[in-house]
């Protein structure tokens, strides 16, 4: 579903407040199933992650390098 304009305007804000654009900002908005839920901002070189997704893989790494959890699922 789009992006809600509520939320539109509160990433500009914040984008504002930390001074990182001047007054006007304009945003190019897509939908992208394959995030889950959250959004991904790319701003001036920069990656902002707040996917779901990411959420998902950076948990399914933190149990793959935690050996005592990784033998117990593997049983």
Partial sequence: KPIPE???QEISKK???AGKVEEHVEMETK???SLL???VLEF???VYDASVR???EQLR???EDNLYVSKI???
């Fill in 73 to 75: 699922i593997a049983h």
């Fill in 37 to 39: 839920g959250g959004f």
């Fill in 15 to 17: 984008l504002k407040q």
């Fill in 44 to 46: 001036d070189g920069t």
């Fill in 54 to 56: 990411r959420r998902l």
């Fill in 31 to 33: 939908t992208d199933p």
């Fill in 61 to 63: 790494k933190a149990f």
């Fill in 6 to 8: 509520a939320l539109i």
